[in-house]
C-alpha cells in the first residue's frame, strides 16, 4: 500500500453544455489524494467511435447515462479498489476487458472514460502536481515544454448549428503570434469584428453548439468570406498573420462517394467536393481542413492528400476516431497527414496516447480535440501541453465550457514561464513545427 493506491472510485450523473446527462467519475487514493473528470459528448460521430451506454424510455429523451454510472459503482470500483494509479495502461486493459465489447457497448465508453481520466488526475494529484507537469515528467516533455498553436471556431455550421451550412467549423489560427496569450487576444477581436459583421448584415441567429457564430448565410462559400471580411475588419492580414482552418465534416452529408451541399443547393461527387475544397484552398488562406470526405470514402480521402498534402495539413477525424490501427491503415493509403485527437473517441488514456504516437512514426501532425457536448473539465488541455501536442481546438471564444479550456491554458503558461529551463512565458511552437503554414 502506498500513496498511489486507489482506495474508492466514484461516480455520478452530470451534465453536459447541451444540458444533456453525462458522467463524472472521481478517484480518491490512500491518503486523500483525488482526481476527477468528466465524459463530453460529440454530435458528429465517426462510426468507429466507442460507444456512450445511454439508459434509453422517456427520460432525457432517453439519453440518461445512469446505467453507467451503476456500472462503475458496482463493477469498476471493485475491480480498481487497491490499485496503482501510476499503473495506467495495466488499469485501461482491466476497464477494456470489464466491458467485453468492441465498442464499449456493456459498461458504457463513456464509463471508462471518465474513469481512466479520472485516474491519471488522481497520480497527478498524489505526486502533488498539476497534471501537464506530471505527463511531461513521465513521458520525458520537460526540455520542451510550450503552449499547443489554438485553432478557434468563428462561425458554427453542420450538425452544431442546425445545418445552417454543410461546413461545420470555420476556424482562424493566429500563425504569426509569438505568445499563447498574444494568440488568443488576436482571435478574440476577429470573434468581435465577425459579431458586428453579422449583427449589422442580419445575418447572425444565435451561437451555436462550441461558441461560434451561428450564421444565416446563403452559401458555405459566404462564410469564408465573411470570415476574411472579419480577419480584416479587426486590422490582421488573412495569410500573413491569420490563417484558416476548415471542418468540413463531410461523413455529416456524404455517403458512398455522393455530397449532398444543402446550403448551395448542389450534389457533387467525391472528385467535385474535392474539386471545390482546392479551389478554396487556391482563392483563400486556408492551411488545414479536417474530414473533407466521408469515412467511408478511403479513395477520396487519398486522392485530397495527394493532391494537397504538402501544403494543407489534411485532418482526420470521423475517419480515424483516434485509433492507431486506423492510422497506420491511412498512414499505408497516404490518406491524411495529421490526427484530431479526442480521448472519448478512443476510449481510455492509453489508447488515446497509442494513436497519437502512431500519427508521430508516421510523421502526422496532431490536434487535441474537445467535443460538441462539453463541459468544465481541463483534462485535454493538460494533455495537450503534458504529451507535446502542438494544437489545440476547443471551438469558440465564448461559453464558459470552451473559456475554461483557454483559461487554464493561461494559467499553464504563466507556470512553464516560471521554469528556467524551458521557453519564455506562453510560447507557441515555432512556425517550422508545421510545413504547412507559409
Request: with cysteine; charged share 25%; proline share 4%.
Amino acid at each position: 500500500m502506498n500513496k498511489f493506491t486507489i482506495k474508492s472510485v466514484h461516480a455520478r450523473r452530470v451534465w453536459d453544455s447541451r444540458g444533456e446527462p453525462t458522467i463524472e467519475t472521481e478517484v480518491t487514493l490512500r491518503y486523500g489524494a483525488h482526481g476527477r473528470a468528466i465524459t463530453p459528448a460529440g454530435a458528429s460521430k465517426g462510426s468507429g467511435e466507442v460507444l456512450d451506454l445511454r439508459d434509453g424510455g422517456k427520460a432525457f429523451g432517453g439519453r440518461d447515462v445512469m446505467k453507467a454510472v451503476s456500472a462503475i459503482k458496482t463493477e469498476i470500483a471493485p475491480a480498481l479498489n487497491g490499485l496503482d494509479a501510476r499503473e495506467q495502461t495495466d488499469i485501461d486493459k482491466i476497464l477494456i476487458e470489464l466491458d467485453g465489447t468492441k465498442e464499449r457497448s456493456r459498461i458504457g465508453g463513456n464509463a471508462i472514460t471518465a474513469t481512466s481520466m479520472a485516474v491519471l488526475n488522481a497520480a497527478a494529484s498524489a505526486e502533488k502536481l498539476p497534471l501537464w507537469r506530471y505527463l511531461a515528467e513521465v513521458h520525458g516533455n520537460n526540455e520542451t515544454l510550450s503552449l499547443p498553436l489554438p485553432e478557434i471556431q468563428i462561425f458554427g455550421g453542420g450538425v452544431h448549428a442546425a445545418k445552417r451550412v454543410d461546413v461545420q467549423d470555420f476556424m482562424v489560427i493566429a500563425i504569426a503570434a509569438t505568445s499563447y496569450a498574444e494568440a488568443l487576444e488576436w482571435s478574440a477581436e476577429i470573434y468581435r469584428h465577425a459579431g458586428i459583421l453579422m449583427e449589422n448584415t442580419g445575418r447572425l441567429h444565435g451561437v451555436a453548439d462550441e461558441g461560434g457564430f451561428w450564421p444565416a448565410f446563403n452559401s458555405n462559400e459566404e462564410a469564408i468570406e465573411t470570415l476574411i471580411q472579419a480577419i480584416e475588419c479587426a486590422g490582421f492580414t488573412p495569410g500573413q498573420e491569420i490563417a484558416l482552418s476548415l471542418d468540413i465534416a463531410a461523413s455529416e452529408f456524404g455517403k458512398n462517394g455522393h455530397y449532398t451541399l444543402a446550403c448551395d443547393d448542389r450534389v457533387l461527387d467525391s472528385d467535385s467536393l474535392s474539386g471545390l475544397l482546392v479551389d478554396w484552398i487556391e482563392r483563400y488562406p486556408i492551411i488545414s481542413i479536417e474530414d473533407p470526405l466521408a469515412e467511408d470514402d478511403i479513395e477520396g480521402f487519398t486522392k485530397f492528400t495527394w493532391a494537397v498534402g504538402k501544403r494543407v495539413q489534411v485532418v482526420g477525424d470521423d475517419f480515424l476516431v483516434t485509433n492507431a490501427k486506423h492510422v497506420a491503415k491511412a498512414a499505408k493509403l497516404n490518406a491524411c497527414n495529421a490526427l484530431l485527437v479526442k480521448p472519448n473517441q478512443a476510449g481510455t488514456i492509453t489508447e488515446t496516447k497509442a494513436a497519437l504516437d502512431m500519427a508521430e512514426k508516421h510523421g502526422y501532425t496532431s490536434i487535441i480535440s474537445a467535443r460538441s457536448g462539453e463541459t468544465a473539465d481541463p483534462t485535454i488541455v493538460h494533455l495537450a501541453v503534458g504529451w507535446g501536442v502542438k494544437q489545440i481546438k476547443v471551438g469558440s471564444f465564448s461559453r464558459s465550457e470552451r473559456m475554461v479550456k483557454w483559461n487554464e491554458e493561461i494559467r499553464i503558461a504563466e507556470a512553464i514561464g516560471q521554469l528556467k529551463h524551458t521557453r519564455p512565458e506562453g510560447a507557441l511552437p515555432a512556425q517550422n513545427t508545421f510545413p504547412w503554414i507559409p
